[in-house]
């Protein structure tokens, strides 16, 4: 069983930047596909990035395109979500989750899109983001 646990999360002024870390344990990370979501006061949960198990295809939700890029390293079981120019909107609390490569419907692993929540089995506890205008 995959345990996810994010990190890097905090207050920031309006403009500035945060690395998001996502760590796994209890499995092999290079098997899951990572997505990035976050979930603000009121507002659904919203998918914003996803990269593949080895890092080949990334997905952005093109709100966040030209701000925020998501890598991984899978020598240290960790994916990134780099996010500059951050705007009170973004503000939210913000999850990673995975989907294993080896499930019956493996398009939900491929990151062909962005990420939509019921396609993923795993998730972290979230870590909260806020930016002050």
């Known amino acids: 069983q995959l345990h996810l646990v994010e990190s890097g999360g905090g207050l920031v002024q309006s403009g500035g930047s945060l690395r998001l870390s996502c760590s796994g344990s209890g499995s092999a990370f290079d098997d899951y596909a990572i997505g990035w979501f976050r979930q603000a006061p009121g507002k659904e949960r919203e998918g914003i990035s996803c990269?593949?198990?080895?890092?080949?295809?990334?997905n952005l939700l093109p709100a966040a395109e030209g701000r925020f890029t998501v890598s991984r390293d899978n020598n240290k079981n960790t994916v990134y979500l780099q996010m500059n120019r951050l705007r009170p909107e973004d503000s939210a609390v913000y999850y990673c989750?995975?989907?294993?490569?080896?499930?019956?419907?493996?398009?939900?692993?491929?990151?062909?899109?962005?990420?939509?929540?019921?396609?993923?089995?795993?998730w972290g506890q979230g870590t909260q983001v806020t930016v002050s205008s």
């Open positions: 990269i593949s198990a080895h890092g080949g295809t990334t």
């Open positions: 989750a995975a989907v294993s490569i080896f499930v019956p419907d493996t398009i939900r692993a491929t990151c062909t899109n962005p990420p939509t929540a019921s396609d993923f089995d795993h």
